[in-house]
T-cell receptor, first 116, second 114 residues
């Protein structure tokens, strides 16, 4: 069965601190995709990154970086020098490749509060 | 390139009434998805269309729920005889089939059933 676990329900940091959001997934498929989305208070889910199971290279985009480790089934997200505008709920999601379904399986999200 | 749009953004209704939501996907996207999100939870899959064909429905989608995408463009989600448990955010997403497929979400319709 597919499952995504985000064990951190809420994280509070002070501006300019670094913060890492954890994501652990379960799947029996050898080919799959992992995603991170941001949901600000307005409610719209904003796509941040997609990673396929064959690509374990870490990625950096500005202040954001992602660490994908198949050995531990984890896909963690780090924000460097956090800002108040980073305050949102962050979701990790899994999609299995091919087959009849293309649905995303989401974790329960991590609420990040960045204090000024 | 305009994003996914949903209408209405908010809906308050009384228990037992029918409601209909609309989703307009990104124009070139052939796949469209509906999800439901309750407070403190991640979105949960409801159903998905490829062009006009409804290819999968979740067990969450009871007989009171029906979705259509008649011409492979916009989609509607109807809930008949609403119940208080239907109160949630209903999210629509669209994607273009392919190796780099990514679902892009609309702003959602927040439903409150009194």
């Amino acid at each position: 069965a597919q499952k995504v676990t985000q064990a951190q329900t809420e994280i509070s940091v002070v501006e300019k601190e670094d913060v890492t959001l954890d994501c652990v997934y379960e799947t029996r498929d050898t080919t799959y995709y992992l995603f991170w989305y941001k949901q600000p208070p307005s409610g719209e889910l904003v796509f941040l990154i997609r990673r396929n199971s064959f690509d374990e290279q870490n990625e950096i985009s500005g202040r954001y970086s992602w660490n994908f480790q198949k050995s531990t089934s984890s896909f963690n997200f780090t924000i460097t020098a956090s800002q108040v505008v980073d305050s949102a709920v962050y979701f990790c999601a899994l999609r299995e490749y091919g087959g009849a379904t293309n649905k995303l399986i989401f974790g329960t999200g991590t609420l990040l509060a960045v204090q000024p | 390139d305009t994003g996914v749009s949903q209408d209405p953004r908010h809906k308050i209704t009384k228990r037992g009434q029918n409601v209909t939501f609309r989703c307009d996907p990104i124009s070139e996207h052939n796949r469209l998805y509906w999800y439901r999100q309750t407070l403190g939870q991640g979105p949960e899959f409801l159903t998905y269309f490829q062009n006009e064909a409804q290819l999968e429905k979740s067990r969450l989608l009871s007989d009171r729920f029906s979705a259509e995408r008649p011409k492979g463009s916009f989609s509607t989600l109807e809930i008949q005889r609403t119940e208080q448990g239907d109160s949630a955010m209903y999210l629509c997403a669209s994607s273009l089939q392919g190796p780099t497929e990514t679902q892009y979400f609309g702003p959602g319709t927040r439903l409150l059933v009194l």
